[in-house]
Structure formats: C-alpha cells, structure tokens
C-alpha cells in the first residue's frame, strides 16, 4: 500500500529526520528544503571549505528526506518498466541504474535511481521534493495495472534513514567499518549490497550526487546516529550540509530535479538519451515514448538542449537569459549557477535552441542587466571520480 507517512512528528510544520537533534547538536544550520527541516550547513566549516573538503576528503550528508520504496510481486519490472525509460530487466541482481519517469507527453515528472536488489524486488529512491507527486502517479498507474491481474506492489520504506559519504576517503572509512580485507574493491559505482557496519544492517549503494566515489547508505531509524557517530570517528569525515551539495553537484554535471529538470523538459532535451535503454528504444512503451524516441537519431528535430557554459565576469544563476551574440536575441535561459570551487571559474548550466549546444559555442548571458561572454562546455566541468574496478 503505498502512503505519504514519513518523517518524525514535531512541533515545527515540517518533517525531521531521525538525525534531526544529531544535526542541532553538531553546528547544524536548519532550513526548510522541501518540506523538511535539513541542514544547509554546519558551523566548523564554511560552503566553501566544506566543498574542498569533500573533493579531497570524505563528507558525511544526511539523505533520508528521499523517497525510499519498494517493488515486489511477479509483474514488477513490467509495471515499473510502463512509468521509467530504463530497461530494468536487464540489470543484473544488485546493480542499479538512473530513470526517469516520464508523463504522456514525454516530460520528465521526476529522476530516480533503481536497483536490483534480489531476484524478486526493487528498490527505488527518488526525490524528496516530487515525492507527493511521484506516489500519486505510482498509485494511479499502480490501480489499473492490479485490476488488470498485474502482481505488483509498491511500498514505502518508513524505517530507514538514508545518509551518503562522499569523497575519495570515504572507501577506507566504509571499508574499516565493514572489516573488509581487499578494501571494497569487489564494490562498483552502481552497485549495492546488503551489509554489516560494525554490526549494524545497512543496504549500501556505491554512488551519490557529487561526482566523486562513495555510498549512500540506507540504514535503521534506531541507528542512523550510531552509524553517523561511527563514521565520524575517523579524522578524514566531517558533516556536510545542502548548500554544498549543489555546489557539488554542479561541478559534476549533475541535474536537480525543478531547476535543471521538469514536467516540460524530455530525457533527449535534458542530455538524458542514455538512460533510455536499447531495447527501450526499440519497443517503446513508457509515457510519452512516441515523443521522446522521436527526437533520437539522425534529422530528428530537438526544439532545445540542456548545456554547461563556463561564464565571464559574474556568476550567471537560475533565470538569467542566454543570448545569440549575432544578434542578440534571447536563445535560452540557465537554470543553475555558481563558482567552481575547483576550477576558480563561473559554472552554469542551461537550456538553447538546438544549433547552440555544441562545446565551444561562443554565447553571451545577460547579468543583472550587463551582457558577459560564455562558452558552451562539455560536462562534467570537474571529472568523475566514480570506481570502476
């Protein structure tokens, strides 16, 4: 039975997280981040200092505001396979893959990660911000697909916590936890297992939204602080907040879902093509496929594309036009922006017309009312670091 029921019960008007008083406790910064009360940052470590220190060391996040579910049932990969573009059933037991689910008319309703968990469920977590949205649609598909005899049911996960370690320390310190003697190396980006952390059951995926190695590790309500502490005895972890994370992410190319992403935009537009399976492609059958497998291969007609541009001048941010330097005219809009920590340069990502989104474009964006120079990049602006093997 699927049902919205999670977060601890407060007086504050927004959820909290089993972590809530371990953020307070450790310097935690609260803020309301999709209807939960998250940590922007904490006081031992500026935005800036914080994303240094992930990129060179290992940062803890707490990620349990994310939608956790899972499927189970004979038609399960059928039914999940009629709302995403992924091609699931040819994923191996344990591996995982990014989606999207898509609406009829090819739009993006929300990005999502799924795995493979055993040979007779899924797990799938998606975003705390489109989590209402996403279960409406779930159950509305979910409804017809049972009546029709389908065996499948989705449910979602209300006793576990999700938290992410990120950076290229964060392999010996999840390694050291679970005493393992080859050092994870039999653990690949994209893969997850069920696990022992001194003890504590955890389900731990080897991924996260920076770009860099970690895992994103689904633990217990009664011992996410343990595990939390434990990690943190080692010197090479510290806490990290939200505002670091974007910074992060967009460095490494990452999309955020209602900036970068939204109901409007298709998996092609979005530089998303890949997750569309080959099989997919062939057969169709997602919301809004005639739409979507329209816009791939060669002379199909793609109205926009998403980019990475590094900017001149002042960071370009959310809403700021992005203009034809021929003319002037206005091509597209960023939809994300900041300075890269790492490069020491303006970083942004957006949309142009298609004709505008080759690297090495030459364009200009409009800031507060003065135009800047900007060259359409190739993404990600920092490489990924994920392992491989």
């Given at each position: 039975?699927?049902?919205?029921k999670?977060?601890f019960?407060?007086a504050?008007?927004?959820?909290?997280t089993?972590?809530?008083d371990f953020?307070?406790?450790n310097?935690?910064?609260m803020?309301?981040f999709a209807?939960?009360?998250?940590p922007?940052?904490?006081?031992?470590?500026?935005?800036?200092?914080s994303?240094?220190?992930t990129?060179?060391?290992?940062s803890?996040?707490?990620?349990?505001?994310?939608?956790?579910?899972?499927?189970?049932?004979?038609d399960?990969i059928?039914?999940?396979?009629?709302?995403?573009?992924?091609?699931v059933?040819?994923?191996p037991?344990?591996?995982?893959?990014l989606?999207?689910?898509?609406?009829?008319?090819g739009g993006i309703?929300d990005?999502t990660?799924?795995?493979?968990?055993?040979?007779?469920?899924?797990?799938?977590?998606?975003?705390?911000?489109?989590?209402e949205?996403?279960?409406?649609?779930?159950?509305?598909?979910?409804?017809?697909?049972q009546n029709?005899?389908?065996?499948?049911?989705?449910k979602?996960?209300?006793?576990m916590s999700?938290?992410?370690?990120?950076?290229p320390?964060?392999v010996?310190?999840?390694s050291?936890?679970?005493?393992?003697?080859?050092?994870?190396s039999?653990?690949?980006?994209?893969s997850?297992?069920?696990?022992?952390?001194?003890?504590?059951?955890?389900?731990i995926s080897r991924?996260?939204?920076?770009?860099?190695?970690?895992?994103?590790?689904?633990v217990?309500h009664?011992e996410?602080?343990?595990?939390?502490?434990?990690?943190?005895?080692s010197?090479d972890?510290?806490?990290?907040?939200?505002?670091?994370?974007d910074?992060l992410?967009?460095?490494?190319?990452l999309?955020?879902?209602?900036?970068?992403l939204d109901?409007?935009?298709?998996?092609?537009?979005g530089?998303l093509?890949?997750t569309?399976g080959q099989?997919?492609?062939?057969e169709?059958?997602?919301?809004?496929?005639?739409?979507?497998?329209?816009?791939?291969g060669?002379?199909?007609?793609?109205?926009r594309?998403?980019?990475?541009?590094?900017?001149?001048?002042?960071?370009?941010?959310?809403h700021v036009?992005i203009?034809?330097?021929?003319?002037?005219s206005?091509?597209?809009?960023?939809?994300?922006?900041?300075?890269?920590?790492?490069?020491?340069?303006?970083?942004?990502?957006g949309y142009?017309?298609?004709?505008?989104h080759?690297?090495g474009t030459?364009?200009?964006?409009r800031?507060?009312?003065k135009?800047?120079k900007?060259v359409v990049?190739?993404m990600?602006?920092?490489e990924h670091q994920?392992y491989?093997?």
């Amino acid at each position: 039975m699927l049902a919205l029921k999670r977060g601890f019960a407060t007086a504050s008007k927004f959820s909290r997280t089993s972590l809530y008083d371990f953020h307070v406790r450790n310097g935690g910064k609260m803020v309301e981040f999709a209807g939960w009360d998250m940590p922007v940052q904490y006081s031992d470590l500026g935005v800036l200092a914080s994303h240094e220190w992930t990129r060179k060391n290992a940062s803890l996040f707490d990620v349990s505001h994310m939608l956790q579910t899972s499927w189970v049932g004979k038609d399960r990969i059928k039914f999940i396979e009629s709302l995403v573009v992924a091609d699931v059933d040819a994923l191996p037991v344990g591996s995982s893959t990014l989606s999207v689910f898509t609406n009829d008319n090819g739009g993006i309703i929300d990005d999502t990660v799924i795995n493979k968990r055993s040979a007779d469920s899924l797990y799938v977590v998606s975003n705390a911000g489109c989590a209402e949205k996403d279960l409406k649609h779930i159950r509305s598909r979910l409804a017809d697909f049972q009546n029709k005899g389908g065996d499948v049911d989705v449910k979602v996960i209300e006793d576990m916590s999700l938290v992410a370690i990120q950076g290229p320390k964060a392999v010996g310190i999840i390694s050291a936890l679970a005493g393992s003697k080859n050092g994870l190396s039999d653990f690949k980006f994209m893969s997850a297992r069920q696990m022992e952390l001194k003890g504590i059951p955890v389900y731990i995926s080897r991924c996260g939204y920076t770009g860099e190695d970690g895992f994103e590790i689904s633990v217990p309500h009664t011992e996410a602080v343990n595990l939390s502490n434990l990690i943190l005895e080692s010197p090479d972890a510290k806490l990290a907040g939200l505002a670091v994370r974007d910074s992060l992410r967009l460095e490494a190319g990452l999309c955020l879902y209602g900036h970068d992403l939204d109901e409007t935009i298709t998996p092609v537009e979005g530089a998303l093509t890949w997750t569309i399976g080959q099989r997919r492609r062939a057969e169709g059958g997602f919301p809004g496929s005639a739409k979507i497998l329209s816009q791939i291969g060669k002379g199909a007609i793609v109205p926009r594309r998403r980019i990475g541009l590094l900017v001149q001048g002042a960071p370009a941010r959310e809403h700021v036009e992005i203009l034809n330097p021929a003319d002037g005219s206005v091509i597209g809009n960023v939809t994300s922006g900041c300075p890269s920590p790492v490069l020491k340069k303006n970083v942004a990502m957006g949309y142009v017309q298609s004709g505008f989104h080759k690297a090495g474009t030459e364009l200009q964006v409009r800031v507060r009312g003065k135009v800047q120079k900007a060259v359409v990049t190739k993404m990600p602006f920092v490489e990924h670091q994920y392992y491989r093997g």
